[in-house]
C-alpha cells in the first residue's frame, strides 16, 4: 500500500477569541488521500471543513495532531499547494491573463505567458485573455481561478467550496470542466462542499463531517467509473440515488440539529 | 487528453462585458456633451458680461472690484513684460517639487505603517492630531526657520499634503482583500512582492483620491507662503498688487492661479484614467 498524498493525523482545532468561550472546530480527525484521488469532505455549516483545509495548506497550525503533505510535516505555509475558495480572488487591476500568470511570476517561470496563455485556453477563456475581473461573469471569473490554480502545476488541491458562489446551470459547466482538466493532471485534490451531488460526481470518497466539534462520521466510497458522466446525466442513475442516499442518510442528523 | 469538448462559456459573460461598453457610449454621446459645452460656455460669458456691464454703467467702482477689460489689460501687460511667466515658473516649479516629495514621502510612510500593526497604533493619534492641525498657521514659523527661498515654500506645501497621503495610503493598504493576500501568498509570493504587487495596486485608487487633493493643496501651500514672505511668484504678485490698491494685478493673479488648477488636475485625470483602466467606474473625461 502506497504512502497516502494527504494525511490528517488526529487534527484537533480550537478557536480562543479573545474575549468569547473557546471553540474546539474539529476534533480527532483523521484521513489519508490517495495519491491522484479527489476526497470530498461534507458537512452541516460550521463542522470546520474549511479549518482543515487551513491546516493543510499551513494557514492555520492545528491545537493537536498534524498534517503532511507527501509524507512532509506541514508547518507554515505550504508553496506546492493550489488553493480554491467561493469567491474567486481575482485580482482586479490585472488582465485574466495576468492573473493566470501571477503565480508563474513569483515563481520566475520564464515562459509563463505561454503556459498561462495555454491555461486560459484550456477553460475556454482565449478570448477573453485581455479582459478585467469586472467585464467577465462570475463563471468566467471561476474559470480564471481554475486556470490560475492549475497554471502552478501544484502537488496537491485544496477546494474550498469552490462553485458554491455560482448560479446551478453555470456549477454544472464548472464542476465538468474542472473535472476534464483534473483528468489530464491527476493531481491531489482534497475538496470541501456542501452539496452531495457535487461531491459524489467528483470524488472518489466523500467523507461526512458531524455537526461541530467535527469529526469524521463516515467514509464512504464512490465506485463509478471515471471518466464520470456529465452531472446532469450522473443524477439520474441507480447507482448515483443509493450512493446519495447512503450519505443523505449520514448527513441527516447532522443537519437536523440546527432545524 | 481530451479538450475538445470542454463547456463553452456561459454566454451572460459576453452580454455583461458588452452592456459596459454601450452604457460608456450613451454617457458621453454627442448631443449632450456639446449642449454641456455651449451651456458651460455661456454661462462665463455672460458673467463677465455682467460684470463689465456693472462697471460700465457705474453700479460698481472698478477701484475695488476692478473689470473684466482692466484685468485683461493688466494681464497683457504682465506678460510683455515678462513679470508673469517669471512668477508661473516659479510658483508651478515649487508647487510640483512640493507635490512629488510629499506624495512619495506620504506614499512610502502609509505602505510602510501598513505593515505594522504595532506602529500604526501607536501614530494612529499622533497622526489625527497633526492632520487637524490648521497647518497653516505653521507658515509664519517655517519661513522663519528656512527663509524666503524656495524651501519654505516646499516646506509649507508639505505639511498639509503629505498627511493626506500618509492616511489614504494606509487606508488603502489595510483594505487589501483578503482572498486576494492569501492566494499570493501560498503561491508563494514574496513579502516584496506582496508590497508591489498585490498592496501597491490595491491601494492605488485611495492613492489617487489622494493625490488630486494633493496638488490643490501643493498649489494653496506654497501661494500662502508667497503671500507671506517672498519676493517671486503668484503669491507675491497677489499680495504686492492687493498692497498697491492694484486690483485688477489681483485678479489676474487668480485667473492665471485658477488656468493652472485647472491643468493639474485635469492631467491628474488622465493619469489615473490610464493607471486605473481596470476600474469599471473611472471616467477618463
Known amino acids: 500500500m502506497p504512502e497516502p498524498k494527504i494525511r490528517l493525523v488526529n487534527i484537533g482545532i480550537t478557536f480562543r477569541p479573545r474575549d468569547r468561550e473557546a471553540v474546539v472546530a474539529v476534533q480527532n480527525v483523521s484521513l489519508a488521500v490517495e495519491e491522484g484521488s479527489i476526497v470530498t469532505i461534507v458537512g452541516p455549516s460550521g463542522c470546520g471543513k474549511s479549518t482543515i483545509l487551513n491546516a493543510v495548506s499551513g494557514l492555520l497550525t492545528p491545537s493537536s495532531g498534524y498534517a503532511e503533505i507527501g509524507g512532509q510535516r506541514v508547518s507554515g505555509i505550504r508553496h506546492d499547494v493550489g488553493y480554491m475558495f467561493a469567491r474567486d480572488g481575482m485580482m482586479p487591476w490585472r488582465t485574466a491573463l495576468r492573473n493566470v500568470e501571477f503565480g508563474l511570476e513569483v515563481r520566475k517561470i520564464a515562459n509563463r505567458r505561454d503556459v498561462a496563455r495555454d491555461w486560459l485556453r484550456r477553460v475556454g477563456l482565449e478570448k477573453f485573455e485581455d479582459h478585467y475581473r469586472h467585464e467577465l461573469s462570475q463563471g468566467m471569473r471561476q474559470r480564471v481561478a481554475v486556470a490560475r490554480t492549475f497554471a502552478i502545476d501544484p502537488d496537491v488541491l485544496l477546494m474550498d467550496e469552490p462553485f458554491g458562489a455560482l448560479d446551478s446551470q453555470t456549477r454544472l459547466l464548472l464542476q465538468e470542466l474542472f473535472l476534464t482538466v483534473w483528468e489530464s493532471t491527476r493531481k491531489t485534490v482534497l475538496f470541501v462542499t456542501h452539496d452531495l451531488h457535487e461531491a459524489i460526481f467528483l470524488s472518489d470518497v466523500v467523507v461526512v463531517f458531524t455537526n461541530r466539534p467535527g469529526r469524521v462520521k463516515s467514509v464512504i466510497p464512490i465506485d463509478l467509473p471515471r471518466p464520470r458522466v456529465p452531472p446532469a446525466e450522473l443524477a439520474t442513475a441507480t447507482e448515483f440515488r443509493d450512493i446519495y442516499a447512503r450519505i443523505w442518510g449520514d448527513l441527516r442528523d447532522e443537519v437536523r440539529v440546527f432545524e | 487528453m ?90 508651478v516649479s515649487e508647487a510640483l517639487i512640493a507635490f512629488v516629495v510629499s506624495s512619495v514621502l506620504g506614499v512610502m510612510s502609509g505602505l510602510l505603517l501598513a505593515r505594522s500593526p504595532f506602529w500604526d497604533d501607536v501614530m494612529a493619534p499622533i497622526i489625527v492630531a497633526l492632520n487637524s492641525l490648521p497647518r497653516i498657521a505653521l507658515a509664519p514659523l517655517i519661513i522663519l526657520w528656512f527663509g524666503v527661498g524656495i524651501t519654505a515654500k516646499v516646506v509649507t506645501a508639505f505639511t498639509l499634503v503629505y498627511f493626506i497621503l500618509l492616511v489614504n495610503t494606509l487606508g488603502g493598504a489595510k483594505n487589501v482583500d483578503n482572498d486576494i493576500m ?77 488656468a493652472i488648477a485647472w491643468a493639474f488636475s485635469t492631467a491628474m485625470r488622465k493619469i489615473e484614467g490610464w493607471l486605473l483602466r481596470w476600474k469599471p467606474s473611472v471616467s477618463s473625461a
Do not use: H
Open chain 2, 182 to 258: 492569501t492566494i499570493a501568498q501560498l503561491m508563494g509570493a514574496s513579502k516584496r512582492d506582496l508590497l508591489w504587487k498585490i498592496t501597491l495596486p490595491s491601494a492605488l485608487p485611495w492613492i489617487f483620491a489622494a493625490l488630486s487633493i494633493a496638488l490643490t493643496y501643493s498649489l494653496l501651500g506654497v501661494i500662502v507662503a508667497e503671500i507671506l514672505a517672498s519676493n517671486q511668484g503668484l503669491g507675491y504678485l497677489i499680495a504686492s498688487s492687493a498692497g498697491n490698491f492694484n486690483t485688477a494685478g489681483v485678479f489676474a493673479a487668480l485667473v492665471v492661479l485658477a
Open chain 2, 2 to 91: 481530451s479538450e475538445a469538448n470542454l463547456p463553452a462559456p456561459e454566454a451572460s459573460g459576453a452580454t455583461v462585458a458588452t452592456e459596459a461598453v454601450v452604457e460608456v457610449n450613451i454617457a458621453s454621446g454627442d448631443p449632450f456633451r456639446r449642449r454641456v459645452v455651449i451651456a458651460r460656455t455661456a454661462l462665463c460669458i455672460g458673467a463677465l458680461a455682467a460684470w463689465q456691464a456693472a462697471v460700465a454703467v457705474g453700479l460698481i467702482d472698478p477701484f475695488w472690484i476692478s473689470s473684466p477689460y482692466l484685468v485683461a489689460v493688466e494681464m497683457w501687460r504682465l506678460l510683455v513684460s515678462g513679470e508673469l511667466l517669471t512668477d508661473v515658473w516659479m510658483t
